[in-house]
């Protein structure tokens, strides 16, 4: 299987912001929320799972696709674009978003031509 997201450059990144802010790992995962073992986990080599990645990826202001190769080569269906922007606007509760995107879809399902 082809890794996707390139963890070493994530871990060497993350360590970059940590020594900037002059931090200690533990303060660092304090700071993200996150154990301090999903960091230990990282830096050998593991993984993060989505809800630590998310939360680090916030903790440092990185972006995702820094450590995707290929990330953003081309771009994605509009559909999926305009969901992605649906479950991101602060002004719509989850519940809202969802309705949004379930009229969406489906009326895109019945207008587009295909």
Same mark, same amino acid.
């Given at each position: 299987?082809?890794?996707? +997201?390139?963890?070493?450059? +994530? ?10 802010? =002059? ?9 993200? @929320? ?8 990282? @830096? =050998? @080599? %593991? $993984?993060?799972?989505?809800? @630590?990645?998310? %939360? ?10 820094? +450590?995707?190769?290929?990330?953003? =080569? ?13 479950? %991101? ?19 895109? $399902? ?5």
């Amino acid at each position: 299987m082809t890794d996707h +997201f390139d963890s070493e450059a +994530f871990y060497a990144a993350l360590n970059a912001a940590r020594l900037g802010r =002059q931090m200690t790992w533990k303060e660092v995962a304090e700071e993200a @929320g996150v154990n301090a073992s999903t960091l230990s986990r990282i @830096g =050998q @080599g %593991a $993984k993060p799972d989505v809800n @630590g990645l998310a %939360a680090l990826l916030t903790w440092s202001n990185l972006k995702a696709e820094m +450590f995707i190769p290929r990330a953003g =080569q081309q771009e994605a269906e509009p559909i999926a674009r305009i969901t992605a922007l649906l479950r %991101a606007d602060p002004k719509l509760s989850g519940d809202k978003a969802k309705l949004m995107e379930d009229i969406v879809i489906s009326t895109y $399902k019945k207008l587009r031509d295909d």
